[in-house]
């Protein structure tokens, strides 16, 4: 049996694209096999990993739904954990979009996927200037 390699899902307002990461690409790119969500693509790369835990609780099955971001500025991905471990990925950027996170108000705890991707063009834009 064969996986597929991705899907697309198309909505009124978005559109998310599925890629399937295998062995060994996926372990060069310290990922675990499986698929991620291609949320941006520029000079960095940002992809979400869609995950949940089943359980039961007073006699009901229950699922509980949580997201794994992962940033690469070069050639592996680094799971975002925090404010610090995001800015870690930036090096001597690191101050610029510190800056940039604060003057947007943007909250690292909070901050979801169309707000990180903010972030990154913002990043990819300062690599760019600097040439």
């Known amino acids: 049996m064969d996986i597929a390699t991705g899907f697309n899902l198309y909505f009124e307002d978005d559109s998310l694209i599925f890629r399937y ?30 995950k949940s835990s089943y359980y039961q609780r007073d006699g009901l099955n229950e699922y509980k739904y949580f997201t794994e971001y992962y940033i690469s500025t070069g050639d592996v991905f680094f799971k975002v954990k925090n404010k610090k471990s ?3 990925l930036f090096g001597e950027k690191s101050g610029a979009v ?3 996170i604060h003057e947007s108000r943007i ?7 169309n707000q990180f991707i903010r972030i990154l063009k913002y990043y990819d834009s300062l690599l760019t200037s600097s040439r």
């Open 21 to 50: 990461f295998r062995l060994p690409e996926c372990t060069k790119e310290n990922l675990k096999e499986g698929f991620y969500e291609i949320a941006y693509q520029g000079k960095a790369r940002f992809v979400i990993k869609h």
């Open 107 to 113: 909250r690292m705890g909070q901050a979801d996927r």
């Open 86 to 88: 995001l800015l870690k």
């Open 98 to 100: 510190k800056k940039y």
